[in-house]
């Protein structure tokens, strides 16, 4: 079992629609990294946080770290939203190493 | 104006060879990073160097081997290329080692070997 786990894996919806992406860590951490990855293959730091809640633009970060839970959401979603979208954690329990998840491809359809 | 850059984008080669990737960084950032993307598109750590030293050596193949010669850059030389090491590798850097930085990435380079 990987210690950073996302879901969904893939998720296809339609334009404007209100998108979550989750992301669930079983290990102590120091802060989560919300990234994003175009099709082109670069990425994209969107969000880094410890604790409540983040927003930028259509995007909102949260995060329950007494949960080990964050999720990243999209409102009023747009074709140029599709991308995979990445989350990270700052593990202190390896040397403050950060521990990728596998990433969400996300296809927004107009 | 492109913070971190990483030449060539493309690398294709064929086994046996050696190759060099670059990277640069002109956010004036302490720590930069050689992170490999597999197939399963999951981002492992290579190497981390903090001010020109080296803090981050995973287990890695010494084929592979990095360089830096100033804070600004990290290169990524590997010998003896094996069709294994096909994948996308990405450059980052960070303001400090560490807790709390964000990362900034490179475009990645696309090496195949063939």
């Known amino acids: 079992k990987n210690e950073v786990e996302q879901s969904p894996q893939n998720l296809t919806a339609q334009e404007g629609e209100f998108i979550t992406i989750n992301c669930s860590y079983s290990?102590?951490?120091?802060?989560l990294h919300w990234l994003q990855q175009h099709p082109g293959g670069g990425i994209v730091s969107l969000f880094m946080l410890s604790s409540g809640k983040k927003k930028h633009g259509r995007l909102i970060a949260t995060i329950n770290i007494q949960e080990k839970h964050s999720s990243l959401h999209i409102t009023a979603s747009h074709p140029r939203d599709s991308a995979v979208y990445i989350c990270a954690v700052r593990s202190v329990d390896s040397n403050y190493q950060l521990i990728w998840g596998a990433g969400t491809k996300l296809i927004i359809k107009p | 104006d492109t913070a971190v850059s990483q030449t060539p984008k493309y690398l294709v080669t064929q086994m046996g060879n050696d190759k060099s990737i670059k990277c640069e960084q002109n956010?004036?950032?302490?720590?930069m990073y050689w992170y490999k993307q597999d197939s399963k598109k999951f981002l492992k750590i290579m190497f981390s160097y903090n001010n020109k030293e080296l803090i981050i050596n995973e287990t890695v193949p010494n084929r592979f081997s990095p360089k830096s010669p100033d804070k600004a850059h990290l290169n990524l030389h590997i010998n003896s290329l094996e069709l294994g090491d096909s994948a996308v590798y990405f450059c980052?850097?960070?303001?400090?080692?560490?807790?709390?930085?964000?990362?900034?990435f490179g475009n990645g380079t696309r090496l195949t070997v063939t």
């Open positions: 956010l004036g950032h302490d720590t």
């Open positions: 980052a850097s960070s303001q400090r080692a560490g807790r709390d930085s964000p990362l900034h």
């Open positions: 290990v102590g951490i120091s802060a």
